[in-house]
């Protein structure tokens, strides 16, 4: 969060969070009175409430830090608003000016191609205090509804732009005329008559914006556009009552009224364009429900889903969408997912399967019970992800936003410039002031402010589109340099559903015996190892005796007591910390492992020694697109990494059948973070993917990370990037269009302020009427938002069917204890 200065000397509220005595009441008081410009704080035990007087130089950051240093906690919230009547990055700049003035605001950021403001304030802060501040910089605000989708954006209004071409036609049609020798001219009179309509009535936004933005002691675009067709307008006024009657002198209204026609048309196409980049918003929202047939009762109804409950069972017939997410508790069919996943084929469901709210039901009726509704339903929290990466700012954006807070002022300036210097030297303060004109024609910041954001639109859109969900800007933006991609094996790199290949016992010991004590200790866990063991003793019916005190060995394995004997069961690493070797069953393990199964040994003990008492080997089967994701990867010259827990045979079987570059095996979960710091301390920039509890600290410490869907939650909520399919070429995809992206953000920019610094010197040096540099100034907008539409076409590699590769049919290794 930055640290705005509070401006209201009066107080500030901050709702503190863990006091639990008066002991905490000092705590804090005393905490707060010692931040520098603090004067007086004083805290409600009962409404855990701190109130406080500063000075206007206190940041909202620093209370908050205080009270945490103290032990306790701020509440934190964010709002986001439409903010309506922005045109360009300086209104941008000043709506976040005056956001962050406000008492309690941490942080704020204003995108101008969503028109939303998202604000980071003390919870205690009103939401009226926020819109106040917007309007009183001149512009409306409105709350977002977040719990409902919004109504289909209407086009912007046409007529306008329609009326103003028609009135300044034959202003321009005798300058259009005469490239073909045809000499014909409209009278001054008339010309005025044209063009005050266009000036004063069509081109009235220019004024009413501008002139907020002087009161707010700023500029921006509407600005420049009023100055600009307003001293043309006005000079010719001026010289036609002053030559009337004495021949008609070269007037300049086709001038102003042509600068304002191609302005309202160039942000007509804008407002089209902009519209267009929030496609995948619509699409999402236009998935939800609005009703949904419930079973209650023994009867089938109609309900609104805002009523449906968690534990419904709701009835989702042939060609309907599915209303909840849930499980199928009844019926077969197929269900088409791709709006949500990507996935281009309908997926076959069954009893047991879970279903996502908004897909499609094919074929068959289902019956689903309800285990999510409302805001924590899969669609809802893709819709906000999506959002919150289209709402946030990239890196790159800081470059524009300490340009735009001092272009008008600057442009302002070079205008006064051009026009002093020109009648300084010619004498000739006519052509002065259209020179001065142009310079300020030709300069938009609306193209500054927009290529960023619409770039990052139509990328997190179209990745959102095939099942690529980009969590904030930040993350597309660093993807894009990305040089190491390290991937956890088992469920993302593998299908994650091990089978239990084989079964030997040590001298001593058999076969049924070892198969027993190792379910015994794998009885009560959901690990895929433990489902393999225990289907496998299902389908010999095998007796598996009682285990005390089981428990995980974190990244080693499992143990735990079996009829008073302690057993372990794990990985080599944990027969070496026992100290035992593996005696006779060594070659068989190294046949196994060369297959790519990957080896657990149970070990039990006799007195204070351990004894080996045989092995079990599991296989998995590597992904179908595994091998093309690798391919891509290397493709786009990128390195690849696998880390597992697996032996090194186990793992380095895996890597030779995928093309990994680069092995590191027997890695505990708590390594794996540790391998990703090495790798960027070496310079890489690594990407890490993974979807197991314990990738949650690898995830964290890679500069770019990727969740499989499905996984567990801390590994999604850990990730930027969410992949809503187990395909891993879904993350050759997502770098793809990060380059993409960002190779867009560069080009507008690089038009944006290409625009301004061609344009604004060749108009101060007189060689650009206004007309030409209103078009240049209208094009630019429109060229960088269509530029940035480009992306929408992108299609990936993840779309196509995976090639088949004969290695795959084969089980390979997955992780013994660990993933």
């Known amino acids: 969060m930055s640290t705005a200065a509070l401006s209201n000397p009066l107080g500030i509220k901050l709702q503190v969070t863990g006091m639990t005595c008066a002991s905490c009441v000092t705590r804090v008081e005393k905490t707060l009175k010692a931040v520098p410009g603090v004067k007086e704080a004083s805290v409600n035990l ?122 300044t036609l034959p202003l321009v049609a005798p300058m259009l005329l005469s490239l073909f020798g045809i000499e014909w001219m409209l009278s001054g009179w008339a010309q005025l008559a044209l063009a005050t309509p266009v000036q004063f009535w069509l081109g009235w936004r220019f004024y009413r914006a501008g002139w907020k933005a002087v009161l707010a002691k700023t500029g921006n675009m509407d600005l420049l556009v009023a100055l600009g067709t307003s001293a043309a307008y006005g000079l010719s006024v001026y010289l036609l009552f002053k030559h009337a009657g004495h021949g008609m002198p070269h007037l300049y209204f086709e001038a102003s009224a042509a600068v304002i026609t191609l302005v309202l048309l160039g942000k007509w196409l804008e407002h089209r364009a902009k519209r267009q980049t929030a496609d995948a918003i619509r699409a999402l929202n236009a998935l939800r429900p609005t009703t949904a047939r419930v079973r209650r009762d023994g009867a089938e109804v109609d309900i609104p889903v805002e009523q449906v409950v968690v534990g419904d069972l709701v009835v989702v017939r042939p060609g309907d969408r599915v209303a909840v997410d849930g499980e199928i508790v ?60 289209q709402a946030a700012k990239a890196p790159i954006q800081r470059i524009v936003d300490r340009v735009s807070a001092v272009f008008v002022p600057v442009v302002l300036l070079i205008a006064l410039a051009t026009f002093l210097g020109w009648a300084a030297f010619t004498g000739d303060w006519e052509h002065a002031l259209i020179n001065a004109v142009a310079v300020l024609v030709i300069a938009c910041p609306c193209a500054l402010g927009l290529a960023t954001p619409t770039a990052i639109m139509a990328g997190t859109g179209v990745a959102a589109r095939h099942g690529i969900l980009i969590k904030d800007a930040e993350a597309l933006e660093v993807a894009h340099a990305v040089t190491v991609v390290a991937f956890d094996k088992t469920g993302t790199l593998t299908e994650g559903k091990p089978s239990l290949a084989a079964v030997a016992a040590a001298e001593g010991t058999s076969r049924d015996e070892v198969l027993r004590l190792a379910a015994a200790l794998q009885k009560s866990s959901s690990h895929p190892l433990a489902v393999a063991v225990m289907d496998k003793v299902r389908e010999e019916r095998l007796p598996v005796p009682e285990a005390q005190d089981a428990k995980a060995l974190p990244g080693r394995g499992v143990e735990g007591t079996v009829r008073g004997r302690k057993l372990a069961l794990g990985s080599t690493r944990m027969l070496r910390e026992l100290q035992l070797d593996e005696g006779h069953l060594l070659g068989e393990a190294r046949r196994l492992e060369g297959q790519g199964k990957t080896v657990s040994w149970l070990v039990g003990s006799e007195g204070d020694q351990w004894r080996l008492l045989g092995l079990l080997a599991f296989g998995d089967t590597i992904k179908q697109s595994a091998a093309a994701a690798v391919a891509r990867l290397h493709q786009l010259g990128i390195r690849t990494v696998m880390l597992t827990g697996d032996s090194r045979g186990a793992a380095e079987a895996v890597a030779k059948a995928l093309g990994i570059d680069d092995v590191r095996a027997e890695v505990l979960p708590g390594d794996k973070a540790a391998v990703v710091k090495e790798l960027r301390d070496a310079g890489a920039v690594v990407a890490f993917v993974g979807d197991g509890l314990n990738d949650g600290p690898a995830l964290a410490a890679a500069s770019v990370s990727y969740a499989m869907a499905g996984g567990a939650d801390v590994a999604t909520e850990t990730a930027g990037i969410t992949l809503m399919r187990g395909d891993p070429r879904l993350v050759a995809d997502s770098l793809d269009i990060s380059r993409r992206t960002y190779s867009k953000i560069k080009q507008g920019l690089f038009w944006a302020f290409g625009y301004n610094v061609l344009g604004i010197p060749l108009a101060a040096l007189g060689m650009l009427s206004p007309v030409i540099a209103g078009a240049a100034m209208a094009f630019s907008s429109v060229s960088v938002v269509a530029n940035a539409l480009t992306l929408r076409r992108w299609q990936g590699a993840a779309d196509a069917p995976a090639a088949q590769r004969p290695e795959q049919s084969q089980p390979v290794a997955v992780s013994g204890s660990t993933r």
């Open 46 to 167: 009962a409404t855990e409430e701190a109130s406080v007087n500063a000075d206007p130089s206190v940041t909202a950051d620093s209370l908050a830090a205080a009270v945490r240093k103290a032990g306790y906690d701020v509440a934190i919230t964010e709002t986001t608003l439409l903010v309506e009547g922005m045109t360009c990055a300086s209104c941008v700049a000043r709506v976040e000016k005056a956001l962050r003035k406000v008492p309690g605001v941490s942080g704020a950021t204003v995108n101008l191609a969503t028109e939303k403001a998202t604000i980071q304030a003390l919870s205690t802060v009103p939401v009226s205090a926020l819109k106040a501040a917007i309007e009183k910089a001149g512009y409306a605000a409105k709350d977002v509804q977040h719990d409902r989708p919004p109504p289909a954006t209407r086009l912007p209004v046409w007529w306008p732009v329609a009326a103003s071409a028609v009135l």
């Open 330 to 389: 009844e019926g077969r069919s197929h269900v088409d997912e791709s709006l949500i996943t990507g996935e281009s084929l309908p997926v076959p469901k069954a009893p047991g399967d879970k279903v996502t709210g908004g897909a499609i039901n094919a074929e068959g009726a289902l019956t689903v019970r309800t285990t999510a509704i409302g805001a924590e339903t899969t669609l809802a929290r893709i819709i906000r992800m999506v959002e919150s990466a």
